[in-house]
């Protein structure tokens, strides 16, 4: 008997091809065609292994990815717009907030919890879908309560006719709005909690759990009576309804299962904590940190407030420059857990081009339908294109090259003074061509000790 991931995960990517995937992936992403191959390869042997008996698919664990690149260069977008595409739950976590000044840094298992977290707000956001329209139905029957209450019937055969006749014109009249200016008192749930103070050292999550548990009468919300109009009524009704018809079991147990079978942790500056010569300093925690994820990325159960999560079948997407350290600094069996390496490229010129305009959201489109909302019609010439790509490709090899990234600063420095004096223009059409380009960058890309703070 087969088994399968969640219903969504099958219908969103189960026909998709690893060429298809790729191409998903280069509507937002310049490049990078190895990394894209590789993520592809690894969603699309999710799917592979949705087909087969229970038994192997076990036995079968993902093929963990470590991508190696300078910062701006995509690792961490490709990830997230994988995830989007498969719809999993996905988490970006990075490696150096497990160790700061010693080992004081976060609970490794917290990325388990978290990622859950995520899983049941994705799940949530599914089952409200299903029931919105039959929430709303019960808020409007519950607020047509409110405003037109059933009188005791007199006659047993005339008034439930009215009556129904009644409700029903003041139904229109709620749907057309007619009703929005009336108020109307609702019971309304008080959202308080009390406060503890937490005892370094212990987990916060098992403190809640625990105290809920013991407390049950201390956690529960107290309803008074309010005020609100016909509009807020409804929408806070609609709002109690939908909790009414989720069952949150039912989601968290999906929850879990979605997470253990399609769950995505990227764990970025992997070569933060890649270290491993000497017996003191940094060192320690560093390779103190690498051992506590190495049985979260291994496979082992995690306890969660929604129920126990295994880790083994939760692909773990790992990033780093390695500009000082090198994947072989890692533990060995940390670097025996993410089998497939793939080198990302730095960007040049030619790829910033592409940025610049390619992408569904690319940074000249954001900007165009910014200024849009002040009216004004804000163009870019081929030319003033490719002379913004020079110009951050020339900063960031003189400077620190921040990749991608140096293009928002780029680009937020040329139209400094359109975004500033926008709303007071007179004229709302702007070009922005090769001369304007060089006017407001030429001289902070000369001045070598200027760039460096401002670019």
């Known amino acids: 008997m087969p088994i399968y991931l969640p219903e969504t995960t099958q219908t969103s990517t189960d026909a998709l091809t690893p060429r298809q995937i790729v191409a998903e992936l280069d509507k937002y992403v310049i490049g990078q065609k190895a990394a894209k191959r590789a993520v592809a390869i690894a969603l699309r042997n999710r799917m592979r292994r949705q087909k087969l008996s229970p038994e192997l698919a076990e036995e079968i664990a993902p093929k963990n990815i470590l991508m190696i690149g300078p910062t701006g260069v995509g690792k961490t977008e490709i990830a997230r717009r994988?995830?989007?595409?498969?719809?999993?739950?996905?988490?970006?976590?990075?490696?150096?907030?497990?160790?700061?000044?010693?080992?004081?840094?976060?609970?490794?298992?917290?990325?388990?919890?978290?990622?859950?977290?995520?899983?049941?707000?994705?799940?949530?956001?599914?089952?409200?879908?299903?029931?919105?329209?039959?929430?709303?139905?019960?808020?409007?029957?519950?607020?047509?309560?409110?405003?037109?209450?059933?009188?005791?019937?007199?006659?047993?055969?005339?008034?439930?006719?009215?009556?129904?006749?009644?409700?029903?014109?003041?139904?229109?009249?709620?749907?057309?709005?007619?009703?929005?200016?009336?108020?109307?008192e609702i019971d309304v749930r008080e959202r308080s909690s009390p406060s503890?103070?937490?005892?370094?050292?212990?987990?916060?999550?098992?403190?809640?759990?625990?105290?809920?548990?013991m407390l049950p009468g201390l956690f529960q919300s107290k309803?008074?009576?309010?005020?609100?109009?016909?509009p807020e009524a409804l929408e806070y009704l609609k709002q109690e309804e939908?909790?009414?018809?989720?069952?949150?079991?039912?989601?968290?147990?999906?929850?879990?299962?979605?997470?253990?079978?399609?769950?995505?942790?990227?764990?970025?500056?992997?070569?933060?904590?890649?270290?491993?010569?000497?017996?003191?300093?940094?060192?320690?925690?560093?390779?103190?940190?690498?051992?506590?994820?190495?049985?979260?990325?291994?496979?082992?159960?995690?306890?969660?407030?929604?129920?126990?999560?295994?880790?083994?079948?939760?692909?773990?997407?790992?990033?780093?420059?390695?500009?000082?350290?090198?994947?072989?600094?890692?533990?060995p069996e940390l670097q025996g857990r993410f089998p497939i390496r793939v080198e990302l490229?730095?960007?040049?010129?030619?790829?910033?081009?592409?940025?610049?305009?390619?992408?569904?959201?690319?940074?000249?489109?954001?900007?165009?339908?910014?200024?849009?909302?002040?009216?004004?019609?804000?163009?870019?010439?081929?030319?003033?294109?490719?002379?913004?790509?020079?110009?951050?490709?020339?900063v960031n090899e003189r400077t620190e090259n921040i990749g991608a990234r140096r293009l928002h600063t780029v680009m937020e420095k040329l139209l400094d003074e359109i975004s500033f004096e926008g709303p007071d223009l007179a004229v709302k059409t702007v070009t922005i061509d090769d001369a304007y380009v060089t006017r407001m960058l030429a001289d902070i890309v000369k001045n070598e000790d200027l760039s460096r703070y401002i670019l």
């Open 242 to 331: 939908e909790q009414k018809l989720i069952d949150m079991d039912s989601v968290a147990r999906a929850a879990v299962d979605r997470v253990e079978q399609a769950g995505i942790i990227f764990i970025d500056e992997i070569d933060k904590i890649a270290g491993r010569e000497g017996g003191h300093g940094p060192d320690v925690s560093r390779e103190g940190v690498q051992r506590d994820i190495l049985p979260i990325v291994e496979g082992t159960t995690v306890n969660t407030k929604h129920g126990m999560v295994r880790t083994d079948h939760i692909l773990f997407i790992a990033a780093g420059a390695f500009h000082v350290s090198k994947p072989s600094d890692l533990i």
């Open 82 to 184: 994988l995830a989007r595409l498969a719809q999993s739950p996905f988490l970006k976590v990075e490696a150096s907030k497990f160790t700061e000044v010693g080992y004081v840094g976060r609970d490794v298992e917290s990325m388990v919890r978290d990622l859950v977290e995520l899983g049941v707000d994705l799940v949530r956001g599914e089952r409200l879908e299903e029931v919105r329209t039959k929430a709303a139905q019960n808020a409007e029957d519950r607020l047509l309560d409110i405003l037109l209450p059933p009188p005791p019937p007199a006659s047993p055969s005339d008034e439930p006719r009215e009556t129904t006749g009644t409700r029903e014109h003041f139904r229109e009249q709620l749907r057309a709005g007619r009703l929005d200016a009336r108020t109307v």
């Open 196 to 213: 503890f103070e937490i005892i370094a050292g212990g987990n916060v999550e098992e403190i809640d759990v625990n105290l809920k548990d």
């Open 345 to 394: 490229e730095p960007l040049g010129k030619d790829e910033f081009v592409r940025i610049l305009t390619e992408p569904r959201s690319a940074l000249v489109k954001q900007y165009m339908a910014l200024m849009d909302t002040e009216g004004i019609t804000l163009t870019f010439t081929p030319g003033a294109i490719e002379r913004i790509a020079d110009f951050a490709t020339r």
């Open 223 to 230: 309803t008074k009576r309010r005020k609100l109009k016909v």
